[in-house]
């Protein structure tokens, strides 16, 4: 096939807030995106239930509804949807080049908005209650759980963090932990001891959620130390132990932060030309739907100005140095 037809104006991988927001304004500015929607379609809101915190819907509403919401917008502006997922990308070319199911695409510029996943604990007991007293997202679902007993997993800033948000709303927080001392920062550690809402269970790992009615009612404890098992009793389970960012197709062609996000520049560049990043996959800080697809909003208008002025140098400079340019501009 000719490089020539088939070259994009812009990919974007992902199909959550970032990715179809990135769509609904490429899509708008007539550059024809094609969003490949990955492995999760619709990213991680299609795991929540009501979301009441994204601006618009007095009344809430479903995750996955926004989501179909979006899709369907995204769609009406001319996006391209594939279902597949990426296999591979090639960013050291130019088009960049894009593999999926096999058959090879090429692009002027790629928004990445393949966004992050909670780790979780893999319980079948977790996945069955996600959503229903089960959550990975403190600022997303803690006003749900006022007066409520809520458990924490985790140990670091993240699940501190997370507790010390949740006792706004809860009757008490029980932070479990597999050690005997917090991996967090000290500053951390000293609001979480001084909080008069928040307990430590040490040692500890939960084995099972419980919620035989389909809601959590409590969560079954080990001891890894003594080797016993107890109940605990509690409306809410929010799982802390970090996230880990959608980013091992880029691994050695973009930079990345430590923690594996993607470094952007100056809103959503990131360290190759033409390539933006947008969502959780470069949000280890926020990850919030509105501010997904905030970023979403940004990489789209950061790619429209690149591709602008790619197309104004490619008609005033000789190739090579149009390019170059471009290079430059993108630092």
């Known amino acids: 096939m000719s490089s020539m037809v088939d070259t994009r104006e812009v990919i974007i991988l992902g199909s959550g807030a970032a990715g179809l927001t990135a769509a609904i304004y490429t899509g708008r500015a007539n550059m024809s995106p094609l969003l490949f929607e990955g492995t999760h379609p619709g990213g991680q809101l299609t795991t929540t239930t009501e979301v009441e915190n994204y601006p618009g819907f007095e009344d809430a509403i479903m995750g996955p509804d926004l989501m179909k919401r979006m899709h369907a917008q995204a769609a009406r502006f001319g996006t391209e949807i594939i279902h597949h997922a990426v296999e591979s990308v090639n960013l050291g070319v130019k088009p960049i080049e894009v593999v999926a199911d096999g058959k090879r695409y090429t692009t002027k510029s790629l928004i990445i908005a393949t966004g992050a996943e909670a780790k979780l604990l893999g319980l079948v007991s977790e996945a069955k209650l996600m959503g229903h007293g089960v959550s990975a997202c403190a600022t997303c679902d803690g006003f749900f759980f006022k007066n409520q007993r809520i458990v924490v997993v985790g140990g670091g800033d993240t699940a501190l963090e997370e507790a010390q948000f949740l006792t706004k709303f809860a009757s008490s927080v029980k932070i479990v932990h597999r050690r005997d001392a917090l991996r967090g920062s000290k500053i951390m550690q000293d609001r979480a001891f001084g909080n008069p809402k928040i307990s430590f269970i040490w040692d500890s790992i939960v084995e099972e959620v419980l919620g035989p009615d389909g809601k959590v009612t409590g969560v079954?404890?080990?001891?890894?130390?003594?080797?016993?098992?107890?109940?605990?009793?509690?409306?809410?389970?929010?799982?802390?132990?970090?996230?880990?960012?959608?980013?091992?197709?880029?691994?050695?062609?973009?930079?990345?932060?430590?923690?594996?996000?993607?470094?952007?520049?100056?809103?959503?560049?990131?360290?190759?030309?033409?390539?933006?990043?947008?969502?959780?996959?470069?949000?280890?800080?926020?990850?919030?739907a509105v501010t997904a697809a905030g970023s979403g909003c940004m990489a789209a208008l950061d790619t429209e100005r690149y591709l602008e002025e790619l197309k104004h140098q490619s008609h005033t400079l000789p190739p090579s140095e149009a390019v170059g340019r471009v290079k430059a501009s993108a630092k």
Do not use: C, M, W
Not at 244 to 264: A, H, M
Not at 270 to 288: E, H, I, L, N
């Open 220 to 288: 079954r404890l080990r001891n890894l130390k003594s080797d016993v098992v107890s109940t605990l009793e509690a409306e809410g389970l929010f799982i802390a132990i970090g996230h880990t960012p959608n980013t091992k197709l880029f691994e050695g062609q973009l930079e990345l932060l430590p923690s594996g996000y993607v470094r952007t520049f100056g809103g959503t560049r990131t360290s190759v030309p033409g390539v933006f990043a947008a969502g959780d996959v470069q949000d280890s800080t926020y990850r919030q």
